[in-house]
């Protein structure tokens, strides 16, 4: 007779949970960096380069020091004599803090004022006075390596032109082989923009520096708090037990709150010099306009094919423009992240990728906003492709794809470039998906309306995401190798709290850990509070960005619970008096295998980890996990859309939206379909309006949201979501694969493909995103594609 709780009653696993963190966040009771007021806190502004490319013939700050209530002012100059002007980046560049000899994109930092409030501040930063003489300015890789182009990056010994990296992956000799047996060579070229995660929450922090104590905490808005930690003692060379990194409530992420930014080095400087805490928040226009943005990328490839279909080899080149330093995060061994996973969902036998990134007169970024470093261009070119070489071969796109994906039984797969797959049911997410929008219907509308003039189309996109880096043989940043962690403590009582090395900033941790320690123990959810983001209390971790808190911190969370339950089967065999052989697990109890009816619960096992243990027995009910995965988790989706085009006016309507997404075992229903619904809006938002780009003097035009648009509820379409395809993760502790990127990374080609479906037969082959109203409406009425992100001519 079984006494085992109900798992979903208690909130564990598969309990669509309502968010625990949101009581607070939804009274206005969060606690945000700004929200933070430390007594005598001093206030940071910035000031920002109004040029693109500059040098800088002389600071002059005598009137900002003059203001009343001023009490520093901080200019490269002295950063550079306490050798803070530039530090090194996640990708072993270097950036400026504040600038010495030249600014290199608009908007970068100069100088900085603290003063008693952030008016004051402000204020005196407009009396700094900079005399700049203005150099040419390279808005895109074209101009980075064309003859005689202006060298960015003047300051580093060895650099003679704006190349970073010449990078490149695949079999490039037995690419060539395959595609000499081609019947059918599709080729393709586009442009992902460059596109902004634009948080709603700026970055900022609190530098507050206690000479007493020689403690230097910071309160800051990072995804990953242990790496800035890591990252203040190496270059500031303070020692690490001496650094304490808080993250509070964060509001919004998306990959932004990554990088290190200037911003953060300065308040900390600024603390230490004045012994008083210095507040730093970014305005918008500050945040769009310098902090770590993605894509921007140039993408060319070409498929080889077989007649029937069959894909015999891909060929991919890119050009990626990182703006003025490379200071992407990512895996150090990768230089174009993991743009290589493109086409890891379909059996193709061989592929080639060539990267060049160069350096431009734009603001430093590169990967961050929703994506695995760079699978979001991954999947977009792959989806783009598929389409375009189904088109080319006069094959249905639905078929084409399912008959190249990746089988059922042909796992653990190798693809192309090198990753191992795991686990999926790709044809099985298709028909769901194509039973879900009525596909042949679909068609059959389509091709009646075409008749009348009116332009339907529908447009597929799949995705396979790599999520979860490391395992720790293949990756790390800076040489630290990508792992997790948990910790979790059991009171006397039962209740607990777990911590992680992850860092939550709205993805619902609070919520999902304590889920997994209810279905590891039994433990209700609600006894469990979940920690995250204080480097004096968290255990170590690389924080939380690439969806790889589930599969890392979770799998952690999983660990460190399995270990508590061996430790409280000892304390039951005890209490039980039986032998520890003799005992079984149920959730919630430990019982006699041969008397079902006497058993204890956990929280007696708890209860006597301090009050009764055996002898010899170390006491307390607590431990920690590190967890290195096996490999990533590879969730996969499905997404299709349906639209209709105004041939008059290039307008698009989203009629239908269908979502099939296949992450594995789901913590929390609720807080999965959430992800998902947030990813396809900002997918919604990069196909249809998004838009952060350059004028030829590299005058960043979408520096607010009057320019650069966030989609409301408004304007964004309804989604089906469907989540009968499980494919539990073969390694993951409890199967789970990662979600919290997938819509944003496989939506845009859906949306994109759906508009050139409509325009089929027209000639089309190509609009770049965003698929603003014009272009869309230039390339129906003059039949060409639509490319690129042209430099914006500021006299337009
Ligand atoms: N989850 C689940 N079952 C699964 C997988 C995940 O219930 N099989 C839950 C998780 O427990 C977690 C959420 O879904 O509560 C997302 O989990 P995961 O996929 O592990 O992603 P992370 O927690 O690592 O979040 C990072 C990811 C990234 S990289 C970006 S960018 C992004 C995203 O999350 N930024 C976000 N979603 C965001 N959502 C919000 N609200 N805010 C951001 O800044
Ligand atoms: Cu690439 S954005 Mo998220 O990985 O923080």
New binding site residues.
Partial sequence: MSQALDEIKIGGLGASRKRVEDNRFIRGRGNYTDDIALPGMLHMEILRSPLAHARIKSIDASRAWDIPGVHLVLTGEMMATRNLAWMPTLSYDTQAVLATDKVRFQGQEVACVIADDPYIAKDACEAIEVEYEPLPVIVNPEQAVAEGAPVIRDDKDNQRDNVIYDWEVGDAAGTERAFAQADVISKLRLHYPRSHPS?IECCGSIADFNRATSKLTVYMTTQAPHIIRAAVALVAELPEHMIRIISPDIG????NKVPVYPGYVCSILASILLERPVKWIEDKTGNLISTGFARDIYLDGEMALRQDGKILAVRMRCDADHGAFFSDAQPSKFKIGLLHSAFAAYDIPVAHLAARGTYSNKAPGGVA??CSFRVTEAMFFQERMMQAAADDLGLDQAEFRRMNFVKDADFPHRTPFGFLTDSGQYAKCLDVGLKAIGYEDFRREQAEARKRGRLLGLGISTMTEP?GAGNSREYDILGIKMFDSAELKVHMTGKAIVRTG?R??????E??WAQIVSHELGIPAEDVVVEEGDTDTAPFGMG????????VA?AAVAMVARKIRAKARRLAAHLLEVSEEDVEWELGRFYVRSAPDRGVTIQECAMAAYSNMPDGMEPGLENTAYYDPPNLTWPFAVYIVTVEVDPETGVWDVLKLVAVDD??????PM??EG?IM?GLTEAYAMANMQFITFDAEGNCVGSNYMDYLLPTAWETPGFELHSEVVTPCPHHPIG??????CAAVGGPAAYVNAVMDALSGTGVRNIDMPLLPDRVWEAITYRRDVSGAPPVRSDD
């Fill in positions: 948080p919004g992420g998306f990959g906003y929703r999520l992850a939550t900033q709205g993805q619902g941790h919520t999902t939380t960005y690439a969806s790889r808190s589930t599969p979770g992450c594995g075992v789901r913590i929390n807080i999965v992800q947030g789970a694969k990662g979600i919290g990127e």
